[in-house]
């Protein structure tokens, strides 16, 4: 079973970068989408951006131009960097992988934006 284990949130100044990592604990997995998701205090986990394993990626309307999302050749990690963050982009960021039926959640890091 794949761990997926988290890194790079913390606390960024508006206008800031962050970059986010997410790494399968286990080699050997090889996954077909990988995802980030996030969830700000009292509002439901929103679909951040995705990709899958021909590079096409998707993305919400709120972050568009501003994050980018990418993987790693092995596709057993996944990448959010972050531009011109928003006081609108604090929540915990959560990584999600698919791998058949299955999917996999990571267990969430913290972004906060804030002067």
């Known amino acids: 079973q794949a761990q997926l284990v988290e890194s790079g949130g913390g606390l960024v100044q508006p206008g800031g970068s962050l970059r986010l990592s997410c790494e399968a604990s286990?080699?050997?997995?090889?996954?077909?989408?990988m995802a980030w998701y996030r969830q700000a205090p009292g509002k439901e986990r929103e679909l951040v951006a995705s990709?899958?394993?021909?590079?096409?990626?998707n993305y919400a309307d709120s972050v568009k131009g501003r994050f980018s999302i990418s993987r790693n050749k092995a596709f057993n990690s996944v990448y959010l960097q972050m531009n011109s963050l928003e006081p609108s982009d604090t929540a915990v960021y959560y990584c999600?992988?698919?791998?058949?039926?299955?999917?996999?959640w990571g267990q969430g890091t913290q972004v906060t934006v804030s002067a």
């Open positions: 999600k992988a698919v791998s058949g039926p299955i999917e996999y």
């Open positions: 286990k080699r050997g997995f090889a996954f077909t989408a």
């Open positions: 990709i899958v394993g021909g590079g096409i990626t």
